[in-house]
């Protein structure tokens, strides 16, 4: 989950850039920011595990099938 979380802020959210340019985003080192990030979508996906159940996610995109007591 971190490997592809680091993989995923390195590809898409810019990696160990500051998101905005400024005087106060200028001081804090680029590991900060790589950390930072890494560390939101690790978060977001533990959130998203814990929230949606993995056969409720199955059943609303129509992957489970119909059950065998009818």
Known sequence: MILISALTVVMF???WQAPWDSVVTNWVPPF???FAKIFLVV???L???ATFRATAMTRSCGWAG???SR
Request: glycine content about 14%; cysteine-free.
């Open 13 to 15: 959210f810019g990696g």
């Open 32 to 34: 900060i920011w790589l």
């Open 43 to 45: 978060s977001m996906f």
């Open 47 to 49: 959130w998203f595990r």
């Open 66 to 68: 119909r059950s065998s």
